[in-house]
Each structure stands twice: as structure tokens, then as C-alpha cells.
T-cell receptor, first 110, second 112 residues
């Protein structure tokens, strides 16, 4: 299907474990983004990428790692998960001003 | 320091009436503004946008107004429908790059 997909949709993990959230888009958009949504904070940018092999930090990058070896994929890794990383994570892509979002991954860190 | 603020966390409106959602910003470098709508367990979806060179943009039942001197924008929904019940985020883009800064969201409830 065309569009932007995220996997898994739900994930439960334990403190200290590594977790990777996947994001795939079929539009060949240059830009891709990772956000987290928390109550009272709206959507906060974690990392973004302007093209393959080009990534940069957003507002809340600590504890996260990204890579972008292919235009269509932008995985987000929590190297050692903490309870404060319990959140809903959204991936988005864009070519111009409008960003298009995936359905989200709900992550619970116990 | 929140550069984009939505001061009303929730709003309740009767079906058929007007819904007005507000958003304030502090950064004068923002040149493009967007509204997104989000249903539970789904990602945000783009609703309507406005460039800083305009003061109004209309799309069907949705109109966005921009007051640059007040650094304020608003989304009007007329008439409101129960299916409009969702969380609405305003977002702003600086005139460099494709990054957006989001407000905290307003939950709209339209009562039948």
C-alpha cells in the first residue's frame, strides 16, 4: 500500500533493552521525521533526515539513535530504554511544507 | 520555551454551531502555518494551511485566519459535526528547512 507505515504498532519492553521502531514511506519524500507525543507536550521532534545518510537532532534527541541508509526507511532505535521513553511515536515524511504522518507506535517501557 | 501554544486544552461545541480553535506563536520567523486533526489511535492528518503572506484561507467548512501583528491564528469550523470531534494541532514552519513546531493540541468535542 502507498503511504507511510510504522511497525510495530504496539510494543512492551523492559528498562535497559534496545528497541527499534520502523518507518517506511512509498512517496520517495526527501524529508523524514520522528516525533513523540506526550500529554501536555503535543508533538516533539526527536530526529529528522533531509535525505539518505543525512540526519540531525530535533528537540528531544537524548537516548535515541537514527539511521537512513535508504530514502524510504527511517528506523528509530532506543539504545537502552527508560521509563521516560514510554510514549506514542510518530514518523512523518514530507517534500514541501506539509508533513504526512504514519499511524504511530505505542511504546510502554516497564 | 514553547514557541507555539494552544492555550485551550479542550473545547465543547454543539452540533451545527461554530468551533473556534486558537493558536499563538512567538517566533516571527515562522512563515507557514498548518492545522492537523488527530483521531485516537491514528496519526495526525493534514487539514488546512496558510502562508504568512495571507490572512485567510478557506476549504469547505474549515477556515484559517492569521493575524501576524498579534502572532495569532485560529481555525473556524462551520457548521461543526460530531465527526469533527478530535484533537487539533497547530504547527508552524520557519523559513528554512521543512521542520514544524507543534502546539500542545486542543481536544474538540462536538455534541449531537
Amino acid at each position: 500500500d502507498a503511504g507511510i507505515t510504522q511497525s510495530p504498532r504496539y510494543k512492551i519492553t523492559e528498562t535497559g533493552r534496545q528497541v527499534t521502531l520502523m518507518c517506511h514511506q512509498t512517496w520517495s519524500h526527501s524529508y523524514m521525521f520522528w516525533y513523540r507525543q506526550d500529554l501536555g507536550h503535543g508533538l516533539r521532534l526527536i530526529y529528522y533526515s533531509a535525505a539518505a545518510d543525512i540526519t540531525d537532532k530535533g528537540e528531544v534527541p537524548d537516548g535515541y539513535v537514527v539511521s537512513r541508509s535508504k530514502t524510504e526507511n527511517f528506523p528509530l532505535t532506543l539504545e537502552s530504554a527508560t521509563r521516560s521513553q514510554t510514549s506514542v511515536y510518530f514518523c512523518a515524511s514530507s517534500e514541501l511544507e506539509t508533513q504526512y504522518f504514519g499511524p504511530g507506535t505505542r511504546l510502554l517501557v516497564l | 520555551d514553547q514557541q507555539v501554544k494552544q492555550n485551550s486544552p479542550s473545547l465543547s461545541v454543539q452540533e451545527g454551531r461554530i468551533s473556534i480553535l486558537n493558536c499563538d506563536y512567538t517566533n516571527s520567523m515562522f512563515d507557514y502555518f498548518l492545522w492537523y486533526k488527530k483521531y485516537p489511535a491514528e496519526g495526525p492528518t493534514f487539514l488546512i494551511s496558510i502562508s504568512s503572506i495571507k490572512d485567510k484561507n478557506e476549504d469547505g467548512r474549515f477556515t484559517v485566519f492569521l493575524n501576524k501583528s498579534a502572532k495569532h491564528l485560529s481555525l473556524h469550523i462551520v457548521p461543526s459535526q460530531p465527526g469533527d470531534s478530535a484533537v487539533y494541532f497547530c504547527a508552524a514552519r520557519r523559513n528554512a528547512g521543512n521542520m514544524l513546531t507543534f502546539g500542545g493540541g486542543t481536544r474538540l468535542m462536538v455534541k449531537p
